[in-house]
């Protein structure tokens, strides 16, 4: 403890921790993470707040681990002896994966190349997070750093989707490749019948589509021809004597719904083109097949195909 007081008088925001919170995270809390046998693990509380202190300083798990190696203030924050060699950095890997699962923490491990779909399913999986999140607000409360109350402010700006910008015409032109493409692989037996000619020019790559010569008319006779051809696909999918895989395929089910979205049956029984103020709402409609959470967005004079996402921040000087 001298020796951290002299090496940073003026205390850090890892010795604050210690200070005023004393041992955030409790190795108890994560009881159920070990086995009932076996050698004893790594501090599970210590691996939670070593967590919390690489988030806070936008670290690597390999600096997070030389950190706790060679900083004073690391090793003060986790009550650690100067001479403790610390620990490899792919423990913190491990350790992250199996909390966010529930595992045991002598289950075996995984290779690095896991740590993208981890972050992933972390950011997919139900309640870990929030159990560390609520640990640490339940702390702060006690020590009187974070109070009720006070003026907040909330903003929300836009996330652009990581999708090809389409207009009508190529997105139910590239929902309907994306069908053909995933009902090739997973059922090509049943599709093969129903491919025409003409479809390997049309769905043959990419649908791109400029400026039509003939207007609006031309633009209605290619939707309609769009339509047509995913209509087929989906009458024979949906047939009574269609087995139920094809038609619960992803893409062929995103068909569907764009096919509602854009076409419709006039009283004739023929598929028609919708105009574009008759249709659903922009939060209903997709604008890509590949990402059916993105949706066209307006704000102010700001347009874009993607998300909003929202962000709070207290008013008060004096509050955290």
Known sequence: MRTARSACPKGTPAMFIRDRLDVLFEDDAFVGLYPCDGKPGLSPGQLALVSVLQFAENLSDRAAADAVRTRIDWKYALGLELEDPGFDHSVLCEFRWKYALG??????????????????????????????????????????????????????????????????????????????????????????????PEWAKRYGRRVEIGKLAGGTAAVTARAEEFGRDGQKILTAAWAADTPPHPRLLPQVEILRQVWVHHYYWDTDGCLRWRDGHALPPASLRFDSPYDTDAHYCVKRDTAWSGYRTHFTETCDEQRP
């Open 103 to 196: 595992l045991e923490l002598e289950d075996p491990g995984f290779d690095h190349s896991v740590l993208c779909e981890f972050r992933a399913r972390l950011a997919e999986q139900d309640g870990a997070a929030d159990r560390l999140l609520q640990v640490m607000l339940d702390r702060l409360v006690e020590a009187g750093l974070l109070k009720a109350g006070g003026r907040q402010r909330t903003d929300a700006t836009h996330v652009l989707a990581a999708v090809r910008t389409l207009s009508r015409l190529e997105l139910v032109g590239e929902t309907l490749r994306a069908a053909l493409e995933e009902l090739a692989e997973a059922a090509p037996a049943w599709l093969t019948p129903l491919i025409e």
